[in-house]
């Protein structure tokens, strides 16, 4: 198992190494090798994602990633800025799905904004497609007509881009609650009727899981009224995008949310929600749990370990109970610790 190790910038690399030490302490036949991405690697190597990193990314079975960016590279020329290696790699990889579970530990509820009763113990999974429709659709563009500005773009999806992406949400279902809900808009938009199509028809390849359908903007407030009759949402690259980010933001502790884009092969780019937190760098108060939980999601998706990957998670379940909270989940009563401590506590769980 080659694991292609990218801590990055800002908080990065201390999150990184909490990350590494767990996956170290699980006593499984993994090389890990570091390299550089982002804003750490246009320092380093004048390329944001350079020819090192994209040849040990290829030769890796997945690729785990802190976070990149900082205030020091936002003036560079695009190409030289840190995100520009983050949308190089996740293309060159061929990544089309992008996993990012909302969960909210009951320990944490009171993080949420919505009512604890609500989003406690919430635990829904978003598929997001990630390399096709209205953000990719040509033709696109702003240009003169008649005398005034005229923009447009284009949706579209081919059957197989729908039916590989229904798959992945297919399969993560049968690793959890075996529910689907495939969210689209096809009461307006032809594109996705193709899409409620065809997610019926894969449906049958899988008739161990109920499959449900929802238009976009009743999933929309669906979300926010009665999130946990969820259990994986499947959609489109501009639903899932927005979607995604509000089920994110139910659990409202970011520090605590990992996530996965997987390409054909099941080959993947772990990393957490988060950015790079500048405003906490180098202070060891971060949050490393998000990290350590996309850990436990490549041992899930692209070794097929789920044993260890629930180790993992249930050692994070066990730190919350303990009550230890990293500054961004603190509330009074619970003990704040720093990025070491939090990992030494999850490492004592494993
Ligand atoms: P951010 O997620 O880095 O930070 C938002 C807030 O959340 C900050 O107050 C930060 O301190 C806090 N926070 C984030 N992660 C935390 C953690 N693990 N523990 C404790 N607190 C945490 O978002 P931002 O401030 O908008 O962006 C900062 C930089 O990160 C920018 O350069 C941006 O481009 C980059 N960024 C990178 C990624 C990525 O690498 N995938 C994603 C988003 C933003």
């Known amino acids: 198992m080659k694991i292609c190790v990218l801590p ?3 908080i990065g690399p201390e999150i990184m190494a909490e990350a590494v030490r767990v996956l170290k302490a699980l006593d499984l036949k993994l090389e890990m090798e570091e390299a550089l991405l982002g804003g750490c690697a246009v ?5 944001p994602f350079p020819e090192a990193t994209q040849a040990l990314a290829k030769a890796a079975d997945a690729v785990l990633l802190g976070a990149v960016g900082g205030p020091q590279w936002d003036n560079n020329p695009r190409e030289l800025r840190p995100e520009r290696g983050l949308l190089r790699i996740r293309k060159d990889l061929g990544l089309f799905a992008n996993l990012r579970p909302a969960i909210l530990y009951p320990e944490l509820a009171n993080a949420s904004t919505l009512k604890p009763e609500v989003v406690a113990g919430l635990d ?3 598929v997001r ?4 429709d209205i953000y990719f659709g040509q033709p696109r563009g702003i240009e003169l007509r008649d005398g005034e500005r005229y923009g447009y773009n284009t949706m579209h999806y081919t059957e197989s881009e729908i039916r590989r992406i229904l798959r992945v949400a297919f399969d993560a279902a049968r690793k959890r609650n075996r529910k689907v809900c495939s969210v689209d808009k096809m009461n307006v ?3 996705t009727q193709l899409w409620r199509d065809v997610a019926t028809e894969t449906a049958k390849e899988y008739p161990d899981v109920e499959l449900s359908h929802m238009l976009v903007d009743n999933a929309a407030m669906q979300l926010v009224k ?3 009759q969820f259990d994986v949402m499947v959609t489109g690259n501009m639903f899932g995008d927005i979607l995604s980010d509000e089920a994110s933001m139910l659990t409202g502790s970011i520090g605590m949310l990992p996530s996965a884009s997987l390409d ?3 080959k993947g780019l772990y990393e957490p929600s988060h950015g790079s937190a500048p405003d906490i760098a180098g202070k060891g108060v971060a949050n490393p749990l998000a990290t350590i939980l996309s850990a436990a999601m490549m041992l899930r998706y692209t070794f097929g370990n789920e044993e260890s990957a629930q180790r993992i998670e249930a050692a994070v379940k066990k730190v919350l109970a303990q009550g230890l909270r990293t500054g961004d ?3 009074p009563g619970t003990t704040r610790v720093g990025t070491r401590e939090m990992g030494d506590a999850v490492l004592a769980a494993l």
């Open 189 to 191: 938009l032809e594109c």
């Open 329 to 331: 989940i603190y509330e």
């Open 124 to 126: 829904i999974l978003i």
């Open 43 to 47: 320092d380093a190597a004048k390329d």
């Open 8 to 10: 990055g910038d800002g």
């Open 264 to 266: 054909a092969d099941n």
């Open 129 to 132: 497609e990630l390399t096709g």
């Open 226 to 228: 009665n999130p946990k």
